[in-house]
Nanobody, 123 residues
């Protein structure tokens, strides 16, 4: 059994910042990739950022230069530092884990998901 818990969401004004955290626990020894996805109402779940064990990262074009993903491999945690937030960033943010190698960044590739944390950017 693997548990994934996200935290750090909330309400913020445009231009503000938030730091999301993802903590994984349970019967998982190695996590190859941890990723942040988001889903806005009526839209598909989309990649925000991911990082593998080597520190290689992927970012959605819409967040490059504003968001930064980081990981604490020893504690199976990941963080998403979000800055210069825009109303378009409003969504539920999910943390996904992939134990083995990944063929694509499709959400279907990920083995475990948390329940999500809501981010609302309002003016």
């Amino acid at each position: 059994q693997v548990q994934v818990v996200e935290s750090g969401g909330g309400l913020v004004q445009p231009g503000g910042s938030l730091r999301l955290a993802c903590a994984a626990s349970g019967s998982i020894r190695i996590i190859n990739r941890m990723a942040w996805y988001r889903q806005a109402p009526g839209k598909r779940r989309e990649l925000v950022a991911s990082m593998d064990l080597n520190g290689d990262t992927n970012y959605a074009d819409s967040v490059k230069g504003r968001f930064t993903i980081s990981r604490d491999h020893a504690n199976n945690t990941a963080f998403l530092q979000m800055g210069s937030l825009e109303p378009g960033d409003t969504a539920v943010y999910y943390c996904g884990l992939r134990a083995g190698p990944i063929a694509s960044m499709s959400p279907d590739e990920f083995d475990y998901w948390g329940q999500g944390t809501r981010v609302t950017v309002y003016s």
